[in-house]
């Protein structure tokens, strides 16, 4: 074990599937990190979290690397990027569903007072089908994420620039909005809470509460049961 990882990757694969989640987490991040794993298992969600030593700041330009080992390890399978702070609440096979190479959130935003739009980028999921162009893709997000860059910013410069690999916006419901998000879809199934932005630790139940207060009309089995089963042991191995 490297002690600079504070432990192992964490991993619940599923041979059979042709998909799989994938994010990364620091030693600080840890306990985040199998709660977010406890929160897969209970919706038997083959997933792989990597182990990473910390470096410096919010670092999330490590993003397209991670993606790309992944795509090592495991060739031919779909590979589903994920922030670790997300929280899943129901079935998320239906994001899988498009025929495009890479897919996730584009976002066009209109200046006030100027005749100008500009596009925004999500990374907080982000779904890679096992093509050449996928690759490419993630090997061009990579080569524009130096340290210290925002890899969403970097994002929109990738798909700007790669006319060539098929774009797929993602539905909606599977986009990761942000916890209590009024303009959340109905039926949203997976949120997300920022963990280096919030200032209390929160319990899955009360994010879950207040993620659903914009629509609720009675809480789905499926939510009771992420919130019940949120922080189970989860399966951990180490990383090849």
């Known amino acids: 074990m490297n002690p600079e990882l504070g432990g192992f990757d964490i991993i619940t694969p599923e041979k059979s599937r042709d998909w799989l989640v994938i994010g990364w987490f620091t030693p600080d991040y840890r306990g985040l990190a199998e709660r977010f794993a406890g929160n897969l298992n209970r919706f038997a969600i083959p997933h792989h979290l990597f182990a990473k030593p ?18 090592d390890l495991y060739p031919g399978k779909t590979i589903i990027l994920m922030d670790v702070d997300c929280i899943i609440n129901g079935d998320i096979r239906p994001v899988l569903n498009f025929q495009r190479d890479v897919g996730f959130t584009l976002t066009p ?63 909606q419901r599977y986009a990761a909005w942000e916890v209590g998000e009024k303009n959340a879809p109905p039926g949203t199934v997976i949120w997300h809470q920022s963990a280096h932005a919030k200032a209390t630790a929160r319990t899955l139940r009360s994010i879950i509460r207040l993620a659903e207060r914009p629509f609720r009309r009675g809480r789905s089995r499926a939510i009771k049961a992420a919130a019940a089963n949120f922080g189970q042991p989860a399966t951990r191995e180490a990383a090849e």
Do not use: H
């Not at 910390?54 to 795509?71: F, Y």
């Not at 100008?116 to 893709?137: D, E, G, M």
């Not at 929109?156 to 539905?171: E, H, M, T």
């Open 54 to 71: 910390i470096g410096s700041g919010w670092d999330t330009s490590r993003k397209p690397s991670v993606i790309l080992e992944a795509m």
């Open 109 to 171: 935003r209109r200046r006030r007072g100027y005749k100008q739009t500009i596009l925004t980028a999500s990374s907080r999921v982000a779904v890679f089908k096992p093509t050449p162009a996928s690759r490419r893709f993630a090997e061009s997000w990579r080569e524009l994420c130096v340290p210290g860059t925002n890899d969403e910013v970097n994002l929109v410069a990738c798909f700007v620039r790669n006319g060539d690999v098929s774009y797929a916006q993602l539905d």
